[in-house]
């Protein structure tokens, strides 16, 4: 029961087609694309990026089709001061924008680069305002004050409530209007400890959205505490949400953003939303982030795993040329090689197909051996064999028969 009526290269179960099972989007337009990889991301722990890194990974998100690139927090240090600076300057498609806390100096460090859009953030729930020591009030008088700041010097404001999952209802909606009023333009609906299910993130962007009507646009901004960050964002946008933020590979606190790689390909191969982002240059520039980071990531992870298209299972290898029977979509929606690699659990299929590739003939006779050595190589070295390796076994066997 497969479905892949609408996306090419992409071969689902057709029950996500299904009305009574999937309710209709609030959303139905184009879904954009805000990335903080060079602010948020870079809070991964031990992550440090130089401004020249940043700029090269801004360039590639440029390339991606993302359309907002959170250059960073000028006022936290030089480095990430010189690194807006480099990125405004770059002439990218994408709009630049700054992150400031509900502060004056933020702001001004903002405005002395140039910067003509910012986020601008303030503690909302009771316990992320005990812990910075403000008051209600006291957070709403300094976010007014930053924003109308802002605005008044010619910054778009998207108004960011840190912790707003876990803020009461009324207060959240005080929060919101205490900054429309003060001429903030758009909202970030923020799960900033990943503590939301995909039915509360989507309630509570209904709930927005009823509160402030349908002109202001709407952010999501998520993380991945208990896996659901992707999830959740999807569930965002059916609510109504025009903007996703995230990171690349999902980098970020504890267990990271929500990963707009992720999110990108369940919109476009599940849900049929369109995107304005390019999945053929995903893993191109996962590569990238990951290098210059100096992290790596596990090897099955979705969308831009290494292994994603790699086969090593003899009774899969027997249906590699049938992609569709092993595979949710095509390794060319995002530009990856499909390739059987050999090892313990190859099979005669894994053999005959590697073989044929490397352009080494092979009767059946020696199709067993290759695989007996094979097995006890990979199972001995607990690994995979190599093509160098693989052609050293075939010209034995064929010396030896």
Known sequence: MTSNTQNTG???????????????????????????????????????????QKLEIARALDGLGIERIEA??????????????LIANAGLKAEVWGFARAVRADVDELLRLGSRAAVIETPTSAIKLKAYGLSPDEAKRRAADAISHAVKNGV???????????????????????????????????????????EAVEFLLRQVREWVGPSIPLHFHGHDDFGMATACAVAA?????????????????????????EIAMALHALYNVPISFD??????????VRRSSGYSLAPWKPVV??????????????????????????????????????????????????AKDLGIDL?????????????????????????????AIASRVKQSA
């Open 10 to 52: 992409v071969w689902i179960s057709d029950l996500n087609e299904r009305t009574e099972i999937r309710a209709p989007f609030a959303q139905t337009k184009s879904v954009h694309f805000y990335d903080t990889t060079l602010r948020d991301g870079e809070q991964t722990v031990g992550v440090v990026l130089t401004p020249p």
């Open 72 to 85: 960073g927090f000028p006022r936290v240090s030089a480095d990430d001061a010189e690194a807006f600076q």
């Open 156 to 198: 778009k404001v998207a108004f960011f409530t840190v912790d707003g999952t876990r803020t009461e209802l009324n207060s959240l909606r005080s929060f919101y209007k205490n900054a429309l009023d003060a001429g903030a333009s758009e909202l970030v609906i923020v799960d900033t400890i990943g503590v939301c299910g995909p």
């Open 237 to 261: 946008v059916r609510g109504g949400a025009q903007w996703i933020q995230g990171t690349i590979n999902g980098m970020g606190e504890r267990a990271g953003n929500a990963d707009l790689g």
């Open 279 to 288: 999945l053929k240059k995903i893993r191109e520039v996962s590569a990238l």
């Open 305 to 354: 795993g290494e292994n994603l298209f790699m086969r090593e299972s003899g009774a899969v290898a027997n249906q590699f040329h049938i992609p569709e029977a092993i595979e949710p979509f095509s390794a060319s929606l995002v530009n990856a090689d499909r390739l059987i690699v050999l090892g313990k659990k190859s099979g005669l299929d894994s053999i005959a197909i590697k």
């Open 363 to 391: 009767t059946a006779e020696q199709q067993q051996a290759a695989l007996a050595a094979v097995k006890k190589l990979g199972t001995a070295e607990r690994r995979l064999v190599s093509n160098d390796e693989f052609r």
